[in-house]
């Protein structure tokens, strides 16, 4: 009986910590993924600034990006060039003759995924 109730208080204790490690990890996520702001008066004319509080003041205002000068996925990053070169390794092997599930094993990708890197047009 003993032994069963330290197994109920030890689940117990378990979950409470499991519990509070989420709602901090939680707390911490919900902070990274709000959005940064600039104050205005640091980054804008005055005379600027003067005018944006006729339309909203103490609030936040969102600024989106042109749309011409917005760069797709993985420009940035340079992930979007690293993954062509390795698309364009994959169609290399394998019109060298290396298999498709040699090269799905290789990669880290499924045999359906390297399928359509070496018949993309």
């Known amino acids: 009986m003993q032994s069963q109730w330290i197994a109920t208080f030890a689940w117990s204790k378990n979950r409470r910590i499991i519990n509070m490690l989420a709602l901090l990890l939680d707390d911490h996520l919900k ?53 062509q070169q390795r698309n364009r390794q994959i169609v290399e092997a394998f019109q060298n003759g ?5 090269l799905a094993e290789k990669y880290f990708l499924s045999v359906s995924a390297i399928r359509k890197i070496i018949y993309q047009k």
């Open 31 to 83: 902070e990274e993924a709000c959005m940064k702001y600039i104050n205005a008066k640091n980054l804008l004319p005055d005379a600027l600034v003067k005018e944006l509080q006729s339309y909203i003041q103490g609030g936040y205002l969102y600024i989106p990006a042109d749309q011409a000068q917005q760069k797709r996925w993985g420009e940035s990053s340079g992930y979007r060039q690293e993954l």
């Open 98 to 102: 290396t298999s498709m599930e040699v």
